[in-house]
């Protein structure tokens, strides 16, 4: 798998191919330094250790609310590897609390688990977690604190790389930021908000004539794309084409988890934090009749206060409430691009899924739906008839010559 930092340097090499190609020589030059940064930092950790240690490394850096986790990988006492990961919400927590999350968090999708975790500090409830991990790994397991020596040294290292790693994670954001801030005020400015919307969510329903309909929920935070945020929908109670009541639904199922969160006085209770973040604006992938839809959902369910509009594909017009001529902007400017952007990838998601639910319902059968047919008797039903439609016009005798009880095979009939 790789890495955080392998991740990175191909973002930056690519940056700085794309700024040389435009003549940003500046911008180039940054990204260069950048990129001989970090991989002056993986050149000094291929340190050879002693033994044949199996062990994981892992140490942290934190600089104010973010924390960055960095873990390297001992195995024949050869450091092969390292992996970062930043974590969300964990700036106020204490270190025995970040390792004591990270660890469980970490291991419980590990392919591996080593003989001995190798940490910066104490644990919470380290022998919990040691006796968690030793039922993971089949064997016994050991959480170190070295104080000195070489692991020490090590850790000291591994942390070094993190506190660089979040460093380029910080440019990286403060010039994402440079760029989605003047999108984010030019979109509040054209759609008349308060303030630039820090989180946007977009829906979308994707379905052919009813038939495997899904809504899409795709969530953008301070202008860039909140992946581990976006949700499908299956639509459970619209039968038939009928697009305006399954954008309700999925509004009304959201709005729902929304309002069951914020009945909490702490709404990290309740779990998936998409649906328990309020959204600054809600776009519509849809024109006139999909935005009245939602607004009708919106109203009903109380949060008419969000801000909401609609984007119609065919003329890129934004439709906003209480406005019977569309907002219409240049189609090169700042917010127009964000909100193409946004709807875009909304369609991207809504008809991926879509796809891949039709491609499984192409896999079922009829014979699935009937009680008593499992596996090795549908196998054997279509090896004998080679189609479904000749069963359907087989004799029931025919069918009980494979075996089939008479009762089933005529309940299999009728079925067909």
Known sequence: MEGRSDVLVHELKDRMESSAGRLDFENAARYRDQLQSIEKIADRQKVLTRGRDDEDLIAYARTGEQVFVEVAYVRQGKMVGHDGHALDGAGDAAEAEILRGFLLQYYASATHIPRVVIVPGAVEEPNLLTGWLAERRGGPVTIEVPQRGRK????????????????????????????????????AEALGLEAPPKRIECYDISNIQGDSAVGAMVVFEDGRPRNDHYRHFKIKFVPGPNDFAMLQEVLRRRLERLESAQRREDADVVGDRSFTSRPDLILIDGGKGQLSAALEVLESAGYADIPTFALAKEHEEIFAPGRSEPIVQERNSPGMFLVQRIRDEAHRFAITHHRKVRARKALTSPLDSVEGIGPARKRALLRHFGSVQAIREAAVEDIVALGVPERLAKRLKETL
């Open 152 to 187: 020490r040294a090590l850790v000291t290292q591994l942390a070094e790389t993190a506190k660089q790693e979040l460093e380029q994670l910080r440019i990286q954001a403060d010039y994402d930021r440079s760029r989605t801030e003047p999108m984010l005020a030019a979109l």
